[in-house]
C-alpha cells in the first residue's frame, strides 16, 4: 500500500508446543503497529491477521487500532473486530494495565 514497513519472522523455540512452525509480521514503521501477520504450520498459510493503514486512528496523543480482522485459510472464517470513538482523555486506573492482575478479570 506504499506504507514503509519492517517485516519479522518469528519461530517457537524448540522445547514450546506450538501449533504454528513460524509466524511472519509486517509492523508499520510509523506506527509500530502489526499491520498484517500469517501464522504458518509447514509450507501453508494457516491464519493471516490483518488491519487497514486507514485504520489507525489516533486519540489524543494515543494511537490504536479500529479495525483487525483474522481470517482462517483453512476452514474458510473471517472475524472482524472494530473500535471506534476511542476517547483517551479519560483517566483510567492504572490498576486495569497491572500485567500482574490480567489473569484475574475486571
Not at 501477520?37 to 479500529?66: C, H
Not at 472475524?79 to 492482575?101: E, H, L, R, W
Request: proline residues 5%.
Amino acid at each position: 500500500d506504499g506504507h514503509a514497513v519492517n517485516v519479522i519472522s518469528l519461530k517457537p523455540v524448540a522445547s514450546q508446543k506450538s501449533p504454528y512452525k513460524s509466524v511472519k509480521a509486517w509492523e508499520d514503521q510509523k506506527s509500530c503497529f502489526v499491520v498484517k501477520a500469517e501464522f504458518n504450520t509447514g509450507n501453508a498459510v494457516r491464519k493471516r491477521m490483518t488491519v487497514p493503514f486507514d485504520r489507525i486512528k489516533q486519540s489524543g496523543k494515543y494511537w490504536y487500532l479500529s479495525q483487525i480482522s483474522m481470517e482462517d485459510l483453512v476452514k474458510g472464517s473471517r472475524t472482524v473486530m472494530y473500535m471506534d470513538g476511542v476517547d483517551s482523555s479519560k483517566d483510567i486506573p492504572s490498576s486495569n494495565f497491572n500485567p500482574a492482575s490480567f489473569h484475574l478479570g475486571h
